[in-house]
């Protein structure tokens, strides 16, 4: 196939793929789906917020290509890494730091561990999904002052009557980008990455034009590619003001609205 026939297709995986209803429910329609559009010669790829230590078992046996974790940081095809963005461990500790100064509770993203401090662990949000990343076999440390904490983004809880967050936001932003992501939660990652950054590594790599670009997402969070990318699709359960800015909005991930958007879309043939 020629790289102008070619399309490559990214997917969001919370709320796309994967249902949020308590279920974590990955439609079978939707893996048929993915699995007919790499038979037809194109390229599927995960993009996602989470780093790769955080995608499940039962998404990286699903048959993608490959993954752009950490909003663009770590992009993997293969099962090789072909990129890694390293934030300096000077920076990884100034930042634990701030967190303290500021009342935020950081949870330190790598793609092979995750971190968080332990004498700033006040939020029952952070100690929740410290018992999920370890009930799920990984690794998370405590001490923020060890030679191995490091980490490739971040994110932070705070309190409703915290009056540090403009400060803070303005502390990180000399090298951080801070998405608030409502629900007294933020995402900061490393300024230049996205998951459009992601998107053009890969456009580049494959020599594909963007107008073979595909995006697939369900939230804000999924804006960067999905207004990146010519061809974006959000599930309908997305926020209003995004759906009116994207190419197609199909149905969510539990009526098999991947399956659906990939036929409308021609990248699949309807399945008997």
Known sequence: MKSTDRKILFFDIDGTLITEDGRRYFPDSARRALAQARA????????????????????????????????????????????????????????????????????????????VDGQNMGNELLAE??????????????????????????????????????????????????IDRGSNFCEIVPKGFSKATGIQYLLDYFDIPLENAYAFGDGNNDAPMLLYCPNSIIMEKGPEGLKRQVMMVTDDAENDGIYKAMVKLGIIEPMK
């Not at 194109?42 to 917020?49: A, D, E, K």
């Not at 770590?74 to 100064?101: P, T, W």
């Open 40 to 115: 037809n010669g194109h390229l599927v790829f995960i993009n996602t917020g989470r780093v790769y230590c955080n995608v499940t078992d039962e998404i990286k046996d699903a048959g993608f290509d490959g993954f752009v974790c950490g909003c663009g940081t770590s992009i993997y095809y293969d099962g090789k890494e072909l990129f890694h963005n390293d934030v300096s461990r000077d920076v990884c500790r100034d930042i634990a730091y701030a967190c303290r100064r500021y009342d935020m509770f950081g949870m330190y993203e790598h793609r092979d561990k995750v971190y």
């Open 129 to 178: 999904m410290v018992r999920y990343f370890r009930a799920n076999g990984i690794f998370v440390g405590e001490d923020v002052d060890s030679d191995d904490f490091e980490f490739d983004k971040f994110c932070c809880w705070f309190a409703d009557d915290n009056k540090n967050v403009p400060e803070f936001r303005e502390y990180v932003s000399q090298h951080f980008d801070y």
